[in-house]
C-alpha cells in the first residue's frame, strides 16, 4: 500500500566513527584471527580493504576515504597487529584511488608476510566483491604470490553489535 501525504524523511549521512560499528568489526576480525594456525596468529598483517572510488571525488570533497581511515584508526587503537589500507574494485580508466588491493597483496608477499586477513572494511555483508573479489580473485594472487594463510573476514551480516551500531545511529531521530 501507498503511502499518500508528507513523510519526514532523516538522511544519516554516516556512522564511520560509531563505537559500536567500531567494536562490532573488531569482533568479526578476532574471530577471523581464530581461524589461522594458532601458531600464525600472532603474525597476521590486517589488510583493509575498502572500495575505490575515481580520486576525482576526492578532489570535489567526498569524505568517504577519510572516514574509512578514521574507521580504522578506531579499530586499531587496541589492536597489536600490522595493518595496511588498499582499495578494490576499479572500473573505467580514471585515476582510482590507491594501493589496490590487488597490488597491495602482492606488495605485502614480496615483503615476506605470510598470513593476510583481508577486512572489506566499509562492506556490511558478504556479496560478490568480497565473496568473488576478495575469496577467490585475491586468493589466487596472494597464494601465486607466496602467501601461506590469507582470509577473508566475514561481513558484519547480522551481527548483533552491528544491529546496536544501526539503532544507535538511528535512535536520535525516533
Excluded at 82 to 94: E, I, R, T
Amino acid at each position: 500500500r501507498l503511502y499518500k501525504g508528507n513523510v519526514n524523511t532523516v538522511y544519516i549521512n554516516s556512522y564511520f566513527d560509531n563505537p559500536f560499528y567500531v567494536q562490532a568489526i573488531n569482533e568479526k576480525i578476532d574471530k577471523s584471527l581464530g581461524n589461522f594456525p594458532e601458531e600464525k596468529r600472532n603474525n597476521v598483517h590486517l589488510v583493509f580493504s575498502a572500495h575505490g572510488t575515481p580520486v576525482s571525488y576526492l578532489k570535489k570533497g567526498d569524505p568517504y576515504s577519510g572516514h574509512i581511515k578514521k574507521t580504522i584508526t578506531a579499530i586499531m587503537k587496541n589492536r597489536k597487529e600490522n595493518h595496511s589500507l588498499c582499495f578494490q574494485s576499479k572500473v573505467g580508466p580514471a585515476k582510482w584511488l590507491e594501493p589496490s588491493t590487488n597490488n597491495m597483496i602482492k606488495e605485502l608477499a614480496a615483503k615476506g608476510e605470510k598470513n593476510l586477513l583481508i577486512i572489506p572494511i566499509s562492506f556490511v555483508s558478504d556479496h560478490i566483491e568480497t565473496e568473488f573479489e576478495l575469496g577467490i580473485e585475491y586468493k589466487k594472487t596472494a597464494y601465486e604470490a607466496g602467501i601461506e594463510n590469507y582470509i577473508v573476514m566475514e561481513g558484519l551480516n547480522d551481527s548483533q553489535t552491528f544491529v546496536d551500531a544501526l539503532c544507535d545511529v538511528v535512535k536520535p531521530y525516533l
